[in-house]
């Protein structure tokens, strides 16, 4: 059916323009389901299929876009005159790529039959086993589970057509004065244990009761793999961002050693089992890209706009906010060991696993972060961002977690965090976070820092 549409869709605009202009058009359909708990039971299913249908295209120098979730052939041919006549009245436009040639894609995605299949009550069971396992403390939290098909066109000759799945768990465990959190995705519904995630949230609440003030500082830092989420997203959006890089906005420079030889950043959404499209939304197929290699920025990712401004090649990474320009949505850090080693087990106490513990016990004293949030950016040329801890924060001594900590605010620049001698350790695992923003997919080790700099209390 998607297939379908995109094929009417370029017809009708070859109709409308007489074949004077260059067209192309996304059809998504998505199946998104949630399952929603708090106070430790369900209050919330929801679900929602829709179908959004996305034209471009470019007639007389001029470019413009529309979008459309209703696919009749009226209005099919709505979006068509909605969008021929919109470009009327743009600006030229005088960047303007031209169209993905035609290149077949290297995979058509990573389907799970049981995530497609999923039902309230499969959704219902992990979170279950998420309150079973969290020692009777109060939860919250989500389940979701997502189908998603896209089918690519334009009137270059390109067409390309893929499928994803993936599912979330995500929940906190609470005491009256303290929080512990777990959270993982995956593409496959058994890649989810809620019984694991439960147990873990609740650890940590309880390890974090009666936490104290710790004075600001520059302190050496052991970061979870959900903390080392959110430097993987900044370092994603604002710095391996081609058009950033092209305004002179990122501290990225291709060829520099900026971080350390140990640290390894890969995009990579096309190995088996990644979650997402493996197209972008210009056609474009989608590959393995290093960003860092050995320390050495070696790659940013680009669209078809960035790309010829820069005079190189699109990696695959357009997307439907142009305004944000391209970024690598799937940037995974490599962990100390190979791919298929033993994974981590869980300990007593609140590291999450055995791959954070090891990091802990190499650090003299320094602070253990189980999550950031409401990070913003102060400085984007050198991407100094500040932030709170949350859900979690311990003062370490001599290899041990001794004492749970106060929220704290951070202001940190996160390439600094990770220049050449300030990395000390790289868990032994990566695990796939739930996405912040959609079609991302950020695969995340625990970190060993030398320096981050804590700047006050959580008020300030």
Request: proline residues 7%.
């Amino acid at each position: 059916m998607i297939d379908e549409l995109a094929s009417q869709v370029l017809d009708f605009v070859k109709a409308a323009t007489g074949g004077a202009a260059e067209a192309e058009v996304v059809v998504e359909r998505q199946a998104l389901a949630l399952t929603r708990f708090a106070n430790s039971y369900i209050h919330q299913n929801v679900a929602d299929t829709a179908t959004v249908v996305r034209l471009r295209l470019h007639i007389d120098g001029r470019t413009a876009a529309g979008t459309t979730t209703l696919t009749d052939p009226g209005a099919l041919r709505d979006l068509v005159e909605r969008t021929v006549s919109a470009a009327r009245l743009c600006p030229p436009d005088k960047s303007w790529p031209g169209l993905t040639p035609p290149a077949a894609a290297l995979t058509t995605g990573t389907v799970d039959e049981a995530i497609v299949a999923a039902t309230p009550a499969d959704r219902a069971a992990r979170v279950h086993d998420f309150v079973a396992a969290a020692q009777g403390l109060t939860t919250a939290g989500y389940c979701r589970t997502r189908h998603k098909r896209v089918a690519f066109a334009n009137s270059a000759g390109q067409y390309v057509e893929g499928a994803s799945t993936d599912v979330a768990l995500d929940g906190i465990a609470r005491t009256p004065s303290s929080d512990g959190v777990a959270r993982r995705a995956g593409s496959r519904l058994s890649d989810v244990d809620g019984s694991v995630l439960g147990a873990r949230a609740a650890a940590k609440a309880l390890a974090a009761v009666d936490p104290v003030e710790l004075p600001p500082g520059r302190y050496e830092v052991v970061l979870e793999p959900t903390a080392v989420h959110d430097v993987l997203r900044c370092l994603a959006v604002y710095g391996f961002n081609g058009k950033a890089v092209g305004e002179r906005r990122s501290f990225a420079v291709v060829g520099e050693a900026q971080m350390d030889p140990s640290v390894n950043l890969v995009d990579d959404p096309v190995f088996a089992g990644a979650i997402g499209i493996p197209f972008d939304i210009e056609g474009t197929p989608k590959r393995r890209v290093e960003m860092v290699s050995g320390g050495v920025t070696t790659a940013v990712a680009h669209d078809r706009r960035t790309a010829t401004e820069a005079g190189t090649s699109s990696t695959g990474h357009a997307a439907a906010d142009s305004q944000s320009g391209p970024a690598p949505m799937s940037l995974r850090l490599t962990p100390s060991t190979p791919d298929g080693a033993e994974p981590p087990s869980e300990v007593d106490g609140p590291a999450a696993d055995s791959s954070v513990a090891a990091l802990v016990a190499g650090v003299s004293r320094g602070v253990l972060v189980t999550d950031h949030w409401y990070t913003r950016v102060l400085d984007p040329r050198t991407l100094v961002m500040t932030g709170l801890t949350r859900n979690g924060v311990w003062l370490i001594e001599d290899g041990q977690v001794v004492w749970p900590v106060r929220n704290m605010r951070f202001t940190q620049s996160y390439p600094q965090a990770m220049a050449p001698g300030a990395v000390l350790g790289i868990g032994s695992h990566a695990v796939p976070m739930p996405a912040t923003y959609e079609d991302s997919s950020f695969i995340a080790p625990a970190l060993r820092l030398a320096s981050w700099n804590f700047t006050g209390g959580a008020s300030g």
